[in-house]
């Protein structure tokens, strides 16, 4: 079992990774949501910067010095995204090696300040039982629900 956490581990790391190279590692948070549903894969990323909730495509707006912004081009979404998806991907392949259940639902946080990680993961349906939202609308409400509680 050994093995499988830190492959397991391994893997959440690197979306850590990725979300702090989209950033040139100038973040204090880095959260991080990703589903994995009946065949279906869905992430988002967004961050804490200067004190400021931002999804990452306005992670400029959290900038005090616009000469550092950071390049927030669509290809650059896609690219953070594509390798959290592939991550998610092999932590499913992981789970069925070993045998162990497949979280549905993981919200990762990265506190780059004091390099703190911490996960929460739920193994029940999350949106294929809801008929209304997708896995996009439960990222949306995440942040919308972190940023709130630190108003």
């Known amino acids: 079992?050994?093995?499988?956490?830190?492959?397991?581990?391994?893997?959440?790391?690197?979306?850590?990774?990725?979300?702090?190279?989209?950033?040139?590692?100038?973040?204090d948070k880095v959260y991080i949501y990703a589903s994995c549903e009946e065949g279906m894969i869905s992430s988002s990323f967004f961050y804490m910067i200067n004190?400021?909730?931002?999804?990452?495509?306005?992670?400029?707006?959290?900038?005090?010095?616009?000469?550092?912004?950071?390049?927030?081009?669509?290809?650059?979404?896609f690219m953070v995204l594509r390798i959290i998806n592939e991550n998610i991907?092999?932590?499913?392949?992981?789970?069925?090696?070993?045998?162990?259940?497949?979280?549905?639902?993981?919200?990762?946080?990265?506190?780059?300040?004091?390099?703190?990680?911490?996960?929460?993961y739920k193994y029940d349906l999350v949106h294929t039982n809801d008929e209304l939202k997708t896995a996009d609308d439960f990222a949306d409400e995440w942040f919308e629900e972190i940023k709130s509680k630190h108003l």
């Open 1 to 27: 079992m050994k093995e499988f956490e830190e492959r397991f581990s391994e893997f959440q790391a690197d979306m850590i990774d990725i979300c702090m190279e989209y950033v040139e590692d100038r973040t």
């Open 89 to 120: 991907e092999n932590i499913e392949k992981l789970c069925n090696e070993y045998e162990v259940e497949m979280p549905t639902e993981m919200k990762l946080i990265y506190d780059a300040t004091n390099g703190k990680f911490q996960a929460e």
């Open 51 to 77: 004190n400021k909730y931002v999804e990452c495509h306005k992670v400029n707006d959290a900038l005090e010095d616009a000469d550092k912004s950071y390049d927030v081009t669509t290809e650059r979404q």
